[in-house]
């Protein structure tokens, strides 16, 4: 089967850096996203990994580490609009795509 | 270009009564996924579809759950005889191929079961 985990929640300083871990555990591996979700909001795609390494998008950043069956997601220059649940989520070999339970992100000004 | 569009946005129920909800992915998707998300925790697979086909519904619970995704209109996810259990968020998503790696949400429908 497929899991992921991530640490609930997460507090940073507006303007700071901070960065939330994933680590799965996987059945085959299909690369790595990561979602942002505001409350009430709908998950919006922020990035993936498919290879080691970073990915670079703008304030956002996501690094893979397959041998560690490891990931993260790193936001600089923290914003107040940051504040969301941000969750990491990998496809199983039926095309389904597993979620983690999402660390929410407090910035505190 | 619109968005994956999902409607109604809200929708309350009594218990035993059907819901249904309504999901138009976006231009030139033929790939739609439904989740169920409850407060406070990730999304939980529920059906993938192509046009005219149930590719998966696993995630699907057996019974009084269904979805369509017919060759013209939106996708259909239907929940006869609904239960407070039932109550959640449900996102529907779109992709262009079966890349699982990006997807476009809707905004989702909250399901109130009183």
């Known amino acids: 089967g497929q899991s992921l985990e991530q640490p609930s929640e997460v507090t940073a300083v507006e303007g700071a850096i901070v960065q939330i871990n994933c680590t799965y555990q996987t059945s085959g591996f299909y690369g790595l996203s990561w979602y942002q979700q505001h409350d009430g909001g709908a998950p919006t795609f922020l990035s993936y990994?498919?290879l080691d390494g970073l990915e670079e998008t703008g304030r956002f950043s996501s690094f893979l580490s397959r041998s560690d069956s490891y990931g993260y997601l790193l936001l600089q220059e923290l914003q107040m609009k940051d504040s969301a649940s941000y969750f990491c989520a990998t496809p199983n070999s039926n095309y389904q795509l597993i979620w983690g339970a999402g660390t929410k992100l407090i910035i505190k000004p | 270009n619109a968005g994956v569009m999902q409607n109604p946005r809200h929708l309350v129920r009594r218990r035993g009564q059907e819901a249904r909800l309504r999901c138009s992915p976006m231009k030139g998707h033929s790939h739609v996924y439904w989740y169920r998300q409850l407060p406070e925790e990730g999304l939980k697979f529920m059906v993938y579809?192509?046009?005219?086909?149930?590719?998966?519904e696993s995630g699907m619970p057996k019974e009084r759950f269904s979805a369509e995704f017919p060759k013209e209109g939106p996708s259909i996810l239907r929940i006869q005889q609904v239960v407070r259990g039932d109550s959640a968020a449900y996102f529907c998503a779109s992709s262009p191929t079966p890349n699982q790696n990006e997807q476009y949400f809707g905004p989702g429908t909250r399901l109130t079961v009183t």
């Open positions: 990994n498919g």
């Open positions: 579809l192509q046009k005219e086909n149930i590719i998966d």
